[in-house]
């Protein structure tokens, strides 16, 4: 018996839609700043085959998971960002579950050293996934340590880029951003948080509940998890259906 469930979520994010973008070209509608494609090949793909616009990027003959397009970004020591970006599997690797897609951001230091960071990850993705939505943040390092006691390194590089599908699988990105999170009040925080709520951060999930037969709806648990962040969980407002919910939570994991 199969029973359909209607969510109605909303997703608390800071508000840092109007901060400027450390990106040039985000939205790929050119090849215009993105000319980091290392030994691989980085090419405009079509409206009909891109997520929003009228091109997407999209990667060929690679032969590292590391390769993906990247760019320069100038970003200010001590201060915290958000990167976020659509992602698309062009091919799956037979044998594989799937992949993984990354977010990464590269810090050079005058020493020559290098500091990785992992922005955002989502793990066993496949083409049948489709256009797949990656948000993170990210701390902008001011200096690292070297060996010699009371000796440190400045940051005087940074790089985004895209990595993390095996050799010989390639993918698509479209609408890349790159903000810095501003400093908030209290007050500050939750008014521009409420204002994202109410313009763009309001979706509707369909959930299809299959049961055993004989099961009474009224009997099934729902668990919905949402991954946390710094800014705020996901609020799960109404549920639609027969009449299961049984306790409003505004938590990261919210139990019905």
């Not at 990595?163 to 609408?175: I, K, M, N, S, Y």
């Not at 709520?197 to 509940?209: C, G, S, T, W």
Request: net charge negative; aromatic share 8%; with cysteine.
């Amino acid at each position: 018996m199969g029973t359909a469930f209607r969510i109605v979520v909303y997703f608390s994010v800071i508000a840092c839609a109007l901060a400027a973008d450390l990106l040039r070209n985000g939205g790929v509608e050119s090849l215009d700043g993105w000319n980091h494609c290392w030994n691989f090949d980085c090419e405009l793909i079509p409206a009909d085959e891109s997520r929003f616009g009228s091109h997407s990027l999209r990667t060929r003959h690679r032969t590292q998971s590391w390769q993906g397009p990247a760019q320069d970004i100038h970003t200010t020591p001590g201060r915290n960002y958000r990167v976020e970006s659509w992602v698309k599997l062009l091919n799956d690797k037979p044998g594989k579950l799937g992949q993984n897609v990354e977010l990464e951001v590269s810090f050079e230091f005058s020493d020559g050293s290098h500091t990785y960071m992992n922005a955002a990850l989502r793990p066993l993705v496949t083409t049948a996934d489709g256009w797949i939505f990656l948000q993170g943040d990210f701390p902008s390092p001011e200096r690292r340590a070297l060996s010699q006691e009371r000796n440190f390194a400045a940051a005087t590089k940074a790089t985004f880029y895209y990595q993390g599908p095996e050799p010989g699988v390639d993918f698509a990105v479209d609408l890349a951003s790159i903000t810095e999170i501003p400093h908030a009040s209290d007050n500050d925080w939750r008014r521009q948080t409420d204002s994202v709520i109410d313009r763009i951060r309001k979706n509707d999930i369909h959930l299809r509940v299959t049961t055993a037969s004989g099961i009474d709806p009224a009997q099934v648990k729902i668990q919905a998890s949402t991954l946390s962040s710094a800014e705020g969980c996901m609020h799960v407002l109404s549920l639609k259906s027969r009449s299961i919910l049984t306790s409003l939570k505004t938590q990261c994991n919210i139990h019905f």
